[in-house]
Structures are given as C-alpha cells and as structure tokens.
C-alpha cells in the first residue's frame, strides 16, 4: 500500500500513513488532537480542518457542512477526508482539542495553565482535612486500605504458632475485624521477611466486608509511608487527588483530559466505537494511560514512591467504569439499557494495568443503572444527602443530566439525556469550557457585553455562556417565550443566515478566527430542548415523590460549569427550578469529593453500595408524564410560568 | 568446561555431564532413579553404584559405607562420586526407585501393578458412594465448587436491573448463601455470553465463608459436567481421586510416587535441600507434576475434559503443603518448629501451575503445627472422631509418627520423630514396601518364613517385615527383652558381621541380589527407637488426657503400612497398646479419604477447619515425662509388660 506523508499545521507536525487513511487517524498518529464529538461518524461537523497543500478524497456526504467559500478554501470534516497523495493541513482553533497543549506543560506551568482555563473543578491541593466540609459523613476516618505497624513477640517452643496465626493475633489487639485473611501473595516470602526483619513488620489491610485482608507485609515500620488516590473518571476529564491515608489529608490534584476523546468525545460515540469497529482494549489503555500519567505526576510533586500508593478509589460513569475495568458497556446503550454490573468488584491495580503498590486495589464506586453511575452516588456522598432528614436534590448538568432527590428515608434518580449542548455540542460556535470560549454574556440594547475564558478573544460559546445568552435574548425580547426570534424585529445583529435566522454574538474583528460568532436558531431550538429535558426530569421527580420545588431545602448543582453558572439567568431560561437562590449550591467536582471521602473511610463506601442498592432509579422513558413536562419546559421559561417561575421577570 | 558421557546400566541410559557432576545429578539427568533418603548429603548410604568402567573421584568420607572388597568392585555412594571421564555405572537393584517404571507404564498396566505392590492405599474406584463408611461426617453434600444451572429472565424496560444482579437474583432462588460475589474474571465477557445463550448460562460457585463466590459462567447446561479432585500429597506417593461433584461419587484414583523423591527421600531432607543449596522451586514443580500427570490419567480413562474440572482438595503434611504451595517451609524443621501457614488461602489452580478449569481453586486441608498436617486433620475426618462421644485415637506411622486423641468435646495432637526404619531406612536391608520387599516373618525353630510383596525374591525388608521380625525374633528368644542378641545363643543364623551380631533372614541363594539379607543389632535398635517412639507418643498423650487405654474405644492405624501389618506382632513388639483386637482398625490412606469429604462438603471443610483451631496439640519434646516413657519403651514390648502389656504371651 502507498505510504504519504502529512503535515498538520500550524504545529508542523509531520505523519507518514497508509493511502485511503482518514484525515483523523493521521492527525491522531502525528499526536494533533481533533475535536470529534461523534468519534469519527461525520454527523457533528467539530473536525474541520483545511487541506492547504495537497489533494484529498472527500466523502460526499460531509460537503453538508460547509459553505461553498470554505470548500473552495479547502474545508473538510477529518473524519470523512482520505489521504491521496502528500498533504498540509491547517487545524483551525475551533476543531483542536486543548489536550496536547495540557500533557506537555511541566508541572509548574500546568498548575497555572489549570487555573486559568476551568474545565477541572477540585478543591485547593494545601492539606485539606477530611472534614472540611461540615456536612461530610466521613466521621469514621477508616481508610480502605491501611497500614499497621506490628512488634510481633518471637516464636518459642512454648508459643509456635504459625507466622501467620502470630500476625492475626497481633493485628486482632489493634483493630476490630471479626476475621482476618491473608492474600496468598504475601505468603510466599512472609518466612524471610519476619525473621529478617527481627519480627517487625507493617501489614496493609483492606476491608472487604468484615474481613480484614491483608495485602501486603513489609519489614519494618512503613506505616508513615501509605497514599491513596481518588480519581475522578469524567468522560471529558480525568483528575486524580493524592491522599495521605495516614492523615486523611489531601497532599495534591492534578487532571488532564480524557485521552479516549480520540475515539469520540462523549459517552455514546465511544460506546459507539467500542460496539462497532473499535476496540474495547484502546479505551481501556486510553484512560489508564490518563490515570497512570496523574498518579506519576503528582508522586513525583510530592515525593512518594509510587509503590506507597496503596489504594485507588475511582468513580465515573457507568460506561466509564465498565471501560476502566474493561467490561463491554454495548448494553448499556441499548434499550432496556442494562449495565454489566453495579457492584465492582475491588480488584488489584495491576490486573487492569494501574502502576501502584503491586498488592495495591482499586475500587470503582457502585453504579445505580446505565445512566446514572458512581460519580453520582459519589456526589450524594460527597453532599450528605442519604444521612440528613432534609430533602435535597442534587443535579449533575452534562450531556446527559442526572438528577437525585431524597433524604435520609428515601432516594430517587433519573437521568434525561440532554444532548451536549451545554458541553459545546449541537451548536454552530458551541466548544467545551477552555481558553477563548465565551462564558458569561450580557446584551443591552443592541451591545453584547461577553466575557471569555483566559480573557482571549472569543472562539466560541460555552454552557455557561449559551445560558446567559439565552436568557439575554429572551429578557431582551430578541426571542420570543417560544424561543423564536421574532421576525419583525430590527436588530442590527439580527442577520439571516444560509438557511435561518442567526443573531451575532461577536462580529469578525472581534474574533479569533475572524469569522463572525453567531447563535441561529437551531442552535436556540437544541439548546431549549437540553435545558427543558434537564428541567423537565426534576419536574417528574418531584411529582413522583409527589413534593413541590419549594420543599426543597437544597439544590446541589454539579458538574462542569457549576461553578460558572448564573443561577439567576439559569433560572431565568428555566432550566434551575425557581427557588430561594441561596439554596441553590454549586458544588463543583462532587465525585471526586464522594471518591475521597470513601478511599478514607470504610463505612462511607459501605455506604455508597447501599445507597446503589436502595435508591429508586425512575426511567423517564417509560414515565408517561415526562413527555407532557418536556413539552411544557420547551417555552422560556416555561409554558406554565406563573406558577413554577414566579420570580423571573422579563 | 569439559563434557564427559556417562551411562547407567543396566537400562543403557546415556548422558552428557559436565566434569564434576556427581553421579547422582548425572542419573537425574539421565532419567534414572536412585534411592536418596538424605538428599545427597552423603549420609544414609542408599545410592550405592557400582563404577564398572572408568574412573571417578570419589569422597573419601564414603569410603565408611563399603567393604573393602566391594570398594575393589567399584560401589560408590553417587551423590559423593564426581565424574573425571567417560563413565559406565551399573545401578545395583537395591539402590534403584520404581518411580521410573511405575510412571513409563500405560494406565492399565499401572493398574495391575499397583494392585500388585502395595505403597498405595485406596478405596475401590469402582462408584464408591460419598456416605460408604457408616460414620462419614460428610451429611451434608454441598461441593466445594458446584454448577448451577439458570435460565434468567431477560431484562425489559421495567426489569432493567444489571446482568450481575439478575444471575444474584436467580441464584438466591435455588441457594441459600446470605451474599454472593462474581468474581472479576466472569465479568469480562459477561455481556457477550448471556445475550448469546439467551440469558441461559451454568454458574460454577464456591462457598468462602458465608458468601457464594461465581468462579465461571458458562453458556448454556453444562451443570453435569462437574468434577473434582481429592488429592493425598504424601512424601513419598501422591494420589488422586477423580471425583463427580453432581452425584458425589468417585469415578477413579490414580497414584504416583513424589518426584520430589529425587531431592530427599523423607521430609527433612527436602527441607534440607530447599533451604540449603537447592531451590523451592524445583520441589513444587516436581509435585505439581505428580498432580498434573495423575489429573490428565484420570481425566483421558473417564473421558472428560481437564475444563470441567473446577476444585481440589489438597492434603498433606505441613512440609508437603507448604512446598505445594510455593511456601519455605525452613522454620518448621528448626526449634520452635514454626511453619508459615496453618489456614491456607483458596487459591487458583493455576496460580500453581495445576491445571483444571482456568477459574478452578485448590483448596488445602488445613494443619495444626508444623509436624501435624492436612493429612492429619483429613484423617479425624474420615474417622469421625471429632463429632462422636466416644473417645478414640488415630494413629499414622511414618517417619514421623502423627497420634491425635479425643472426642467431640476435644482432641489432642502431637507428633514424635520416629525416624524412617519403618519406612526403609536406618536399617542396611530396609526397603520401601515396594516389590521384592519381606513384609511378613515367622521364625519358628530355625527356620524363617517370609513373604515377599510381588512373591520375588527378596529384595530387602519394609516396616511391616521388620515389625514381625523383631517380635519373631523376641518370642524365639533370639533377642532378649532388652532387643539384644543373646551372645550364648546357639543358631546358626546368628552370625558374628564385620562389627556387630547378626541375624541371617535370608541365604543368598533365596536373594535377588545374591547377597545375605540380615538384620543386625544396630538394625534392631533403630526399629526399637522408633517404636518406642512412637508408643511413649502415644502413651503421654494418654497420661496428658488423664485416661488409660482401656478407654480408647477404638485405635485407628493409618499411613503406608497400615493394611499389612500384624496387630498381634505389632502390640507383640510394643509398637501398638495392648487393647482387644477389634478396637484395632486400619484406614489405609484416611488423607484422602478426608480431603474426599471436604471435596464433597464445605461443612466438612469448615469442620476441617475448626479441628485445626481447636486441637490442643503437645510438644512432646517439651512435655517433660515424654523421655522416661521413651526410656520405659525401649523394652519388648516394655519394662512394664505386666501392667501396659498383659496378654503378650512370650
């Protein structure tokens, strides 16, 4: 087969691949990293890039996405572009993911790039103590794996016991476990290391229910030395915090992007790639490799050795734990939407390729169905709300939304899948929240006041950002209650598009790109129904449990943008219910919070299994009511504004 | 290095050794078997062969074990003798093991000679039911991995639990384990093989505590192909029983000799050979070869699959289960006799390198201290000595001899070195029960009647042989109640040897060897040492229990020589208490009888357990009246015959 060579500008990064090779594999293969929301289907139009050199075999089908100026400038989709001879090829901003950029920083200058660009939420890496939020159930500090040092009396013919019964003894003086195992593994040199170690040792126990198992024996006394990692597995992002396990205190964070965005960037692409083509084994590798990365950066920072990182709790997804542990996730895209498992067995690091302590675990938080996974029982964790008679709701907003209510007597979920337009997709300039993205809107007579992250010039709209617009063009009665732009108005912003109504945001000059920044009516039409699937499934939760939004004594909103949401304009654009504001709480990256607080204690993992296992999961889809509270939540901000948005006034 | 060739006759084995190898390395590799009680520390003198072409350089330290005339033959010791040229060696019959020849023959063949000679003891393969001895504990049938066949109910919308928590659901339909765990490996390709089999799958479990433990999940019924192993790993023979898990029945046995014979021939001198200059590993393969060969006879005679064979049940005395298990067993050979494990972990058959079913366990029987093994808490087992009121005793003679006392209410242990003149060593003629070996004696008169195993001609003399001779010779007054040669006696078979008195069993012309098979006094007082040994055992244990033998209600013989041996001559010589005959029962090889049960019953196993926490078990070598009784014993039958041996008549 003919082999050519492609250049991808404008980091001159250079590829020689096979005749007929895509344009995203070769990028893939030079290490230039593509937006692909739909991972290489040619439906989501994010991997544009300009063939400036060269001639390439373009598919049909993907002509759809471009005007006939940019095909005459040489635009393609990546995906749906083959190698034919020699190629340059210029990545235009919008379609590069930020992730090379992030991987390659020394740890210094990624601590700043972090800060400034606020994908990945944590708390502040100087030694928070585990209770630092009042409401944390971790009251039994209890690791899942810890370390005991023991000065075993020396064996006499008067006491002979085994080597093993004698460390049992022993460990039954210090601690509580009704019964004590021995993994086999420490078995092999436990003759040496007792009787080398003149009989001091340090043994690592899990606890696995009320056994006490013993992981791991060393000589001498190493119990200063034992580290944990919580990690968060986000389908976007991947952070991981390092944990004294000793202390309870958290030493460093650190995160970096999910490297299966390769393969597709949200849930049901990689499922997608997983259950057709691709491989399981890619994905798997992928977000180990993003685990292992995090983990040897942050030792590293902190000067642990890796071998004194004994247990890893990981909460993501559904999907993504079933990939994290390589289990095949094609049924949970499918109706009746069934995962392989909800309980994950702890399994030892090394079976699934995560370089810590050889003997060391990981334990995946339990899953309560397909669509709502471990980082939400992590977040219902990590806000308290299993153990409070105060009925809360916790709402996690991403592609797809998940949503709990309940109190200390009852649980209840759903997910809607909201499509990703408050994640960048479905919309024309629509781009995660990184550098360049327009994050906070306001429109004042025919001004657009916008402000974007990192301050650069704007490359597109983020959630946050689409939120406020929304809402701006709504109380600025540039769109109708329907979210129609009403036709008659004069608005020199207004424009008509190739196919529709288009409103600009930010004119060429103003741009990145130079191109205009506009938002058209489909756009509005995909971003209302996202926010009316989100509002419409706390609806039909609330009238399952047959309770009104006032009840609620909080709202805990999580995910990505939480923490760069304006609840005034969520609200106002019917997305947030209409409550009080202050008992509206963000509270960011709650699944790493929930992952931690179960890595340093027992009882609170314990009490994730049960809350998997108790809560009543609702499927919207079989819930007659949820199409009627959908249709209804497709209206600014509602259909039926007076009762349930009294306060919003525009 | 120079390269000399070296064959072993008379079976023309050749093979190429490097200068310096000593003979008995160089037969190993030649694939020929040589007796080698000591490991090749040049001590016990059984690897006498004869150099009949060439010359070696031999130690002069062995130059002790030979007469001057056979040193001009050429006899060496092989393990002191290092090659200097081209070598032929001639493997005299006495120094040869039958290993080889046993392990060349087919399955029907070994049959008929195994039946022939006796070192191997076992139950009819013939379908023996679980419950053939009326006082079989094992009521309660519940394998320890059995299959379950279950046809789930696919899943719909409305019962869209995970594929875990279906087959949980099903299973806790049919069985009653509070909890249940998949392990990780059945996960994998979950989803494919329940969607593929329409939801009908067998599930193969294990019980571990309280918790049903998934080993493997297969597509469709294959709940009647469910096998096990019970396997008895003895020093010197390893046998196997090929059991049915569905019905309980046993389906076949296979035995072999150690292959770690080739290292040491008794417990200490493989300790030796581990722990000095030699390798575990080597001793654990050997073993896990005896098990692998006797697995895949047993499988290839039934006709079933090695796959379909999912647990084994291991029993063994505590060196044999450490080395099976890769664990050093130094410590249990050097006071305070500490061995690493007594509660060994389940593990995965191939975590050995013993191969069944890929998610088959082996599961060894637990020890009670490092001279009371498996095999022991197999046998009060098999005895049901543990469940009953009547108190009863069990007693194993090997080179160490095991004697457990009790009942119901509480057992007692200890163990007593008896040395290996019952089993062929510490005696110049001594020979394992194997063809050719003298395994019953009358002396009446002058004459000597003998029976050979195999009717040959004799060959040397086994534990049963000796024990009849010693107490023949003791009732024709040829040896006083101090087991020494009356000096004034007239007999024409006593003749004066090269140091000592000696006592001529058979002429040369009756021999194979052609030599004069004797026995003399040092001959004689190793056997007296051993026994009383093994009675002042037993006696203490008695006195420590506060009862006198009349209460024993019965005395279980097991171990190697049990079937053959003479209870008359055997209480005759002081060997066995002085009770009525029929309270007197052999087991044969009660081990794998109780590792049958355990195979068969996790309640059995679980009872095997608490045996061997509960045991109290005496050091005997710290029970101070131990060595007046050994004194008191070195007597025939004792010093105090009236009282302890009334109804000896000679």
Known sequence: MKKYKVIFLPDQKETEVDEETTLLEAAKKAGVYLNSLCGGEGVCGKCRVQVIKGKAKVDKNSIA?????????????ACQTRVKEDLEVLIPPESRLEEEQILKESIESKQKTWRESPPIHYSEPDWVSL???????????????????????????????????????????????PSYEITFSCLKDLFIKL??????????????????????????????????????????????????????????????????????????????YVCGKGSLDHLQKAVIENINMLIQTLAKAKGIKIEDITCIVAAGNTTMSHILLGLMPCSIRDDPYVPTVDLYPPILAKEIGVTINAQGIIQVMPSIASYIGGDTVAGVLACNMADRPEMTCLIDIGTNGEIVIGNNEWLLSCSASAGPAFEGGDTKWGMRATRGAIQKVKIDGGTVIYETIGKDKPRGICGS??????????????????????????DKRLIRGENEMEYIVAFPEETETGETLVIGQTDIDNIIRSKAAIFAAIKSLIDYAGLSFDQLEKIYVAGGFGNYLNVEKAIGMGLLPDIPR?????????????????????HVFEKAISISQSITHIELSKFALFADEYMASLYLPHIDRERLFPSVKF
Chains 1, 2 share one sequence.
């Open 65 to 77: 996405f471009f005007t006939k100026e940019e095909m005459e400038k040489g635009y393609v989709l």
């Open 465 to 490: 950002g689409l939120i406020d617009l929304i809402y701006e063009l709504a109380r600025n009665r540039i769109i109708d209650i329907d979210a129609k732009f009403g036709s008659s108005l004069q």
């Open 195 to 272: 009787r080398r170690s003149d009989w001091k040792v340090t043994v690592t126990l899990s606890r696995h229910n009320d056994v006490g198992q013993v992981l791991q024996i060393e000589e001498g006394n190493t119990a200063d030395r034992n580290y944990g990692a919580a990690v968060d597995v986000g389908t976007t992002t991947v952070v991981a915090q390092l944990v004294d396990l000793k202390t309870g205190k958290v030493m460093g964070v650190e995160g970096n992007h999910n490297l299966q965005a390769h393969y597709g960037e949200d849930v049901l692409s990689r499922i997608a």
């Open 582 to 602: 202050e008992r509206i709480e963000f509270v960011g990256n709650s699944s790493l919070m929930g992952a931690r607080m179960a890595l340093l204690s027992f």
């Open 131 to 177: 209770h630092k939020r009042p409401n944390d159930p971790a009251s039994l500090f209890e690791p899942l794996a810890s370390k005991i040092y023991i000065d075993l009396p020396k064996p006499t013919i008067d006491d002979n016991i085994p080597d093993t019964g004698r460390i049992v003894r022993e460990l039954r003086k210090k601690l509580k476990y």
